[in-house]
T-cell receptor
Framework: NAGVTQTPKFQVLKTGQSMTLQCAQD?????MSWYRQDPGMGLRLIHYSVGAGITDQGEVPNGYNVSRSTTEDFPLRLLSAAPSQTSVYFC??????????????FGSGTRLTVV | GEDVEQSLFLSVREGDSSVINCTYT??????LYWYKQEPGAGLQLLTY?????DMKQDQRLTVLLNKKDKHLSLRIADTQTGDSAIYFC??????????????FGRGTSLIVHP
């Protein structure tokens, strides 16, 4: 199993550009989430999905869109990048609610800079 | 409401024990977790504890849960330089009405010096 794979690992965008952060998992997890991590702020939930075709907003959804057409993939779209979106983005997936013992599995992150 | 709190920094000497503390405010929390994040990497699950447990031990790691005070701690015995990382506490409210979406603390940076 590859686990949770995020691409790209690094990205620099100009203000106003759009892009998609990719996330894929091969563990047949129903639950998938996107977080951003900023210094001193911990992890903040952007969007999450409890299964294919179902998505919901988290704590900081503005400026981001998601879709979940398959169980494996959960891309995050930045519609019009702003410097405030400079952050490290993590995708995570989980066996919940079938098995809570394993928590969430995280990808290695995408480091995004918006100039 | 849900709020998980941790102190931001902890500095220990190599070989000593480290104790990282966490408080949570929702008494219906079902599962509580500790994650480790090394520089430049994602979060890695270290251990978990169910709300019907008081203690869990796994090699050098001991987790203590005080449900009355809503306090969770992670003790690392014989701390090594490789334990230097950020440690996150997280809670999940399961059962009826739970979303199974974790709430994370802001993380405690553990610095281990020789």
């Amino acid at each position: 199993n590859a686990g949770v794979t995020q691409t790209p690992k690094f990205q620099v965008l100009k203000t106003g550009q759009s892009m998609t952060l990719q996330c894929a998992q091969d563990m047949n997890h129903e639950y998938m989430s996107w977080y951003r991590q900023d210094p001193g702020m911990g992890l903040r939930l952007i969007h999450y999905s409890v299964g294919a075709g179902i998505t919901d907003q988290g704590e900081v959804p503005n400026g981001y869109n998601v879709s979940r057409s398959t169980t494996e993939d959960f891309p995050l779209r930045l519609l019009s990048a702003a410097p405030s979106q400079t952050s490290v983005y993590f995708c995570a997936s989980s066996l919940m609610p079938r098995d809570l013992r394993y928590g969430y599995t995280f990808g290695s992150g995408t480091r995004l800079t918006v100039v | 409401g849900e709020d998980v709190e941790q102190s931001l920094f902890l500095s220990v000497r190599e070989g000593d024990s480290s104790v990282i503390n966490c408080t949570y405010t929702d008494s219906s929390s079902t599962y509580l977790y500790w994650y480790k994040q090394e520089p430049g990497a994602g979060l890695q699950l270290l251990t978990y504890i169910f709300s019907n447990m008081d203690m869990k031990q796994d090699q050098r790691l001991t987790v203590l849960l005080n449900k009355k005070d809503k306090h969770l701690s992670l003790r690392i015995a014989d701390t090594q330089t490789g334990d230097s990382a950020i440690y996150f506490c997280a809670e999940i409210i399961g059962w009826t009405g739970g979303s199974y979406i974790p709430t994370f603390g802001r993380g405690t940076s553990l610095i281990v010096h020789p």
